[in-house]
């Protein structure tokens, strides 16, 4: 009997990510993981009980990715724009990473529920004067915006330069920050 192939849960997120990314994730199944890790699909479900497992632990995966690639954003002198603007471009560069973890509804959570907690965990605040309620406010402004911008980019429905994303996303901070009364 040939030795037992030794597969990280490491491995099997990458290939999860890469599959997902390329073809979507109804196309990740303990086939398709195995034959991109280039093994049979035993220590797939050796290191997680079920393909049920794997997707819950992929999903995780995928939030602390997101959350990385906004990280990596320069940071600018405003961290709600800057968090908006990668947001859209998540979209707008990995349009099936987005569509999962920002459009389809998984186990039961509302996407933009999901879209304000990640904001949230990466505690984006904006500098502004304003009270922190109205500060909130404006940041659910922007995530509607930004959200409305990035499911169309995601879906091919909007076709926009990263200068362009930039620009409109700047324009709606701008006009939201003016509309707030400061002391």
Do not use: W
Request: with cysteine.
């Amino acid at each position: 009997m040939p030795p037992e192939t030794k597969v990280s849960k490491q491995a099997i997120m990458e290939a999860t990510f890469a599959i997902t990314r390329e073809a979507g994730f109804e196309k990740v199944n303990a086939r398709s993981l195995a034959e991109r890790i280039g093994c049979s699909t035993q220590p797939i479900y050796s290191r997680f009980n079920s393909m049920v497992g794997v997707k819950r632990a992929f999903l995780a995966y995928l939030e602390a990715s997101f959350i990385e690639y906004v990280q990596r954003y320069a940071p600018s002198g405003n961290p709600l724009l800057q968090t908006m603007v990668a947001y859209v471009s998540f979209a707008h560069e990995q349009p099936n990473l987005f569509k999962l973890l920002f459009m389809e509804r998984t186990a039961g959570t509302q996407t933009l529920g999901r879209s304000m907690r990640i904001l949230e965990r990466l505690a984006v605040v904006d500098r502004t004067k304003a009270e922190p309620e109205t500060a909130r406010q404006m940041g659910r402004q922007m995530l509607y915006h930004a959200h409305g911008m990035a499911v169309m980019l995601a879906t091919g429905n909007l076709v926009l330069s990263d200068g362009e994303i930039t620009r409109s996303l700047e324009s709606m901070y701008s006009m939201l920050r003016n509309s707030i009364p400061t002391e």
